[in-house]
C-alpha cells in the first residue's frame, strides 16, 4: 500500500537498528519514549531524523494510561537510556513523550516526570494520535491504536486530530481470552498470541473481542463522517485483525507492515 511508504521504511530502519545501532557524527540525537501498557519503547533518531538505535522492554508500569508503577518505570526508561548511549557512544539528551487520548488532564505530569527522572530535558509533550499520524501523514479518517490496556481512537479531518478517545479493551484481554480458552499463564499466552504461526489458529478464539473492539471503534466514530481506518499499536500485528474490523465497521481498513513502533518513532519525530 502506498500510503504507508514512509512508515514502513521507518518502521523498518527501526527495526534494523534496534539490532545494530548506527554509529555516526549526528551533532544532535532526538529520543521518543513511549510508556505503554505493556512495552516501553525508545526511539533514537540523528539529526536527519533518521532511525539509528531503539530499545523496548515488556514492563507494566502503566496501566490505561497511567504510571502505576513509578519508580519501575523510571528506572527502565534510565536502563534502556544507557543501554543505547553505550551502544552509540554518547549521551542522549533531549527526549519527548506522548499522552494516551483523554488522559492529559490526568496525568501528563507523571510521564513527564518519569521521563525527566530518568536524566532526559524534555522538548515535547504531545498526544499519542499526533504522534502516529506524523509517521503516518493521514489527511482524512480515523487512526485506530490497539495497544496492550486499551484502544485509541482519533479522527482526523485535514490532517488534524479533531476527536479523541481511549477504551480500557486492548491486548491484555486478548491474552486473557487465549490463557482461559487454552488453559495456559497470562505469560505464556501472552507469548503464544505474539508468535506470528499462531495467528490463523487464535483468529476463531479472539473474534469476538476483535468485534468488540469494531463495536467500540463504530460507537465513536458515528458522529463523523469516518471513511477509512488505520490500524496501529501491537495488537494489530494480529494477522487478519483488519478483515475483521472493515467487516464489521464496514469501513476499509489499511495496516502498514509493521503496526508497532509507529508511535514511538512519531514521538521522537516531534521531539
Ligand atoms: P497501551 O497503548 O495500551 O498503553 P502499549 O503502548 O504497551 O499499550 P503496544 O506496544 O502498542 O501497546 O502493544 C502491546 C500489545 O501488543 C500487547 O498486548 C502485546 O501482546 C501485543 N502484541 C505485540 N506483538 C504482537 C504480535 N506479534 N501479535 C499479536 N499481538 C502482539
Do not use: W
Not at 116 to 143: R, S, W
Not at 201 to 219: A, G
Request: proline share 4%; with cysteine; aromatic share 8%.
Amino acid at each position: 500500500n502506498s500510503t504507508f511508504l514512509y512508515c514502513d521504511q521507518l518502521v523498518s530502519d527501526f527495526e534494523k537498528v534496534i539490532e545494530t545501532p548506527i554509529i555516526n557524527n549526528s551533532s544532535v540525537y532526538y529520543t521518543g519514549v513511549d510508556l505503554g501498557t505493556a512495552y516501553i519503547v525508545l526511539a533514537v533518531l540523528d539529526e536527519n531524523y533518521q532511525p539509528v538505535a531503539g530499545a523496548y522492554r515488556f514492563a507494566s508500569v502503566v496501566k490505561d494510561g497511567m504510571v502505576v508503577d513509578y519508580i519501575g518505570a523510571i528506572r527502565i526508561v534510565k536502563e534502556l537510556k544507557q543501554e543505547i548511549e553505550e551502544k552509540l557512544g554518547t549521551e542522549l539528551i533531549y527526549a519527548a513523550a506522548a499522552l494516551p487520548p483523554g488522559t492529559d488532564t490526568l496525568d501528563s505530569g507523571a510521564i513527564k516526570n518519569v521521563v525527566q527522572a530518568a536524566g532526559f530535558e524534555i522538548t515535547n509533550i504531545l498526544d499519542e494520535p499526533t504522534a502516529a499520524n506524523a509517521v503516518l501523514k493521514i489527511k482524512d479518517g480515523a487512526i485506530i491504536d490497539i495497544g496492550g490496556g486499551t484502544t485509541g481512537i482519533a479522527i482526523l479531518k485535514n490532517g488534524k486530530v479533531i476527536y479523541v478517545a481511549d477504551e480500557p479493551t486492548g491486548g491484555t484481554h486478548f491474552s486473557l481470552v487465549i490463557s482461559g480458552a487454552y488453559k495456559m499463564s497470562f505469560d505464556e499466552a501472552d507469548v503464544y498470541k505474539r508468535d506470528f504461526k499462531n495467528h490463523r489458529e487464535l483468529i476463531p478464539v479472539i473474534r469476538p473481542v476483535i468485534e468488540k473492539v469494531s463495536t467500540i471503534i463504530s460507537r465513536h466514530i458515528k458522529k463523523y463522517s469516518v471513511k477509512e481506518l488505520y490500524l496501529v499499536g501491537g495488537t494489530c500485528c494480529l494477522e487478519g485483525i483488519e478483515d475483521i474490523i472493515a467487516k464489521q465497521t464496514k469501513l476499509p481498513t489499511y495496516k502498514p507492515q509493521n503496526p508497532m513502533f509507529v508511535t514511538p518513532l512519531g514521538i521522537a519525530l516531534n521531539c
